[in-house]
């Protein structure tokens, strides 16, 4: 009777211990497809901004236009891309995406006149507000894969994940921060 009652304990703290890993793991899953969705976020905020800014910039340029219009072409690819689940492609796009906005300042220092107009300074500061929260949220999404990839490997969470394969197993691919953005927000960073 007494072995019966030790047997019967025994599973129960190992079927505990399963279901608090298992819930633990689903919810890192869900952290990382929030982080996710707060990338998606944002590059549907720097997509309108872009289309803020080729609306008023229209008037001033001619070369600055085809920059803006390869912002445009490259969003289409991304958002393509995103449709049919190809994260690379959606990735490498977006990426250039940031790459154009970091260059913009340095075009529109040509134009004397649109560098003053009050419109193209309020988007400028909002491509550059929106990139840096961008990078926020991409060093966010990776860690949160990096939380969960370190879980799920540990000694008993990985046996759990062994066991329910189809729910748990995730391969979540990183974003790419550029390393001068990751030096920005690691020098941002408040040490208490």
Known sequence: MVAMIIIIVILAVIFGYVLMTYNSLIAE????????RQIDVQLDRRGKVFDS????VRKYMNYEQT??????ALRNQSNQAKAQGDIQTRMAAENEI??????LNVQFENY??????????????EITSTENKLAFSKQAFNDS??????????????????????????NFIYWQVSDDKRQVLEDSRVEL
């Open 29 to 36: 899953i869900e952290a990382v497809k929030n982080s996710e």
């Open 98 to 103: 940031s790459r154009i906005a970091g260059s």
């Open 112 to 125: 004397p006149d649109l560098k003053a107009n009050q419109n193209v300074m309020q988007l400028q500061e």
């Open 53 to 56: 800014l080729i609306n008023v």
């Open 67 to 72: 920059t803006l219009k390869d912002v445009t």
């Open 145 to 170: 894969i990096e939380k969960y990839n370190a879980h799920k490997k540990s000694m008993i969470a990985s046996i759990v994940v062994n066991m329910f394969k189809n729910k748990l197993d995730e």
